[in-house]
């Protein structure tokens, strides 16, 4: 689909969502109700308390999750840019927006993007976390370097437990120790990582006031 096929589909459903939607645009493509984003229970996790160690926080690793969710979602597939380039055709008067309701989310969309960080800032945490990108960090901050290889090792523990599973004649068998094993690693790293300000960064630019 080309950017403007994607722009033209984003923009209808904005323009057609219900009156009583939330007030920022960002929150409402592909959508037609209120979708307040709980990053404290939009994902599934092991139960910390059957994992060895008693080092694992649940909270952090759910900022984890969150942090990666903007990053892919909203600067490698281009949700962020796709919000702005919406605002920037309005603004231009190619787009005309007959819907008073509409142009007021605009406006605020507008006036929330100062609450949110910059990409150059969002680039600085995914750095400090996941060691991903390019971004500058400040002084003396410490990058993640364990988390890629941490992932690596899991989908190789994912790929030999697929390969055992299809060749097994009683695949229930196939123990999974392997990738419980490298999951909780990951959980311990995440902990440690996902530290800081990176637990106040996290909900409030995913949903800024």
Same mark, same amino acid.
């Given at each position: 689909m080309?950017t403007?096929?994607?722009?033209?589909?984003?923009l209808?459903?904005?323009?057609?969502?219900?009156?009583?939607?939330?007030?920022?645009?960002v929150k409402n493509?592909?959508?037609?109700?209120?979708?307040?984003? &709980?990053?404290?229970?939009?994902?599934?996790?092991?139960?910390?308390?059957?994992?060895?160690?008693?080092?694992?926080?649940?909270?952090?690793?759910?900022?984890?999750a969150?942090?990666?969710?903007?990053?892919?979602?909203?600067?490698?597939?281009?949700?962020?840019?796709?919000?702005?380039?919406?605002?920037?055709?309005?603004?231009?008067?190619?787009?005309d927006?007959?819907?008073?309701?509409?142009?007021?989310?605009?406006?605020n969309?507008?006036?929330?993007? *100062?609450?949110?960080?910059?990409?150059?800032?969002?680039?600085?945490?995914?750095k400090?976390?996941? *060691?991903?990108?390019?971004?500058?960090?400040?002084?003396?901050?410490?990058?993640?370097?364990?988390?890629?290889?941490?992932w690596?090792?899991?989908?190789?523990?994912?790929?030999?437990?697929?390969?055992?599973?299809?060749?097994? *004649?009683d695949?229930?068998r196939?123990?999974?120790?392997?990738?419980?094993?490298?999951?909780? &690693?990951?959980q311990h790293?995440?902990?440690?990582?996902?530290?800081?300000?990176?637990?106040i960064?996290?909900?409030? *630019?995913?949903?800024?006031?």
């Open positions: 080309s403007e096929a994607i722009l033209w589909h984003t209808s459903e904005v323009l057609g969502s219900s009156s009583d939607v939330s007030r920022d645009p493509v592909y959508y037609n109700e209120v979708n307040d984003f &709980d990053h404290v229970n939009s994902f599934q996790f092991l139960d910390p308390l059957n994992l060895p160690g008693g080092t694992i926080n649940v909270v952090n690793i759910q900022n984890a969150s942090l990666y969710a903007i990053m892919i979602l909203g600067d490698e597939m281009g949700i962020f840019r796709v919000a702005d380039s919406i605002l920037k055709y309005v603004t231009m008067g190619r787009v927006v007959e819907s008073t309701t509409t142009a007021t989310r605009l406006y969309y507008m006036q929330l993007r *100062d609450n949110r960080t910059s990409f150059d800032e969002r680039s600085m945490w995914y400090q976390v996941f *060691d991903i990108g390019n971004g500058n960090t400040v002084s003396d901050m410490v990058t993640n370097e364990n988390f890629l290889p941490l690596e090792n899991m989908m190789g523990e994912v790929i030999k437990y697929i390969d055992k599973y299809e060749s097994a *004649d695949p229930l196939v123990s999974k120790s392997g990738i419980q094993q490298v999951i909780t &690693d990951l790293n995440l902990s440690r990582a996902a530290s800081g300000m990176v637990k960064f996290v909900p409030r *630019d995913v949903c800024p006031s």
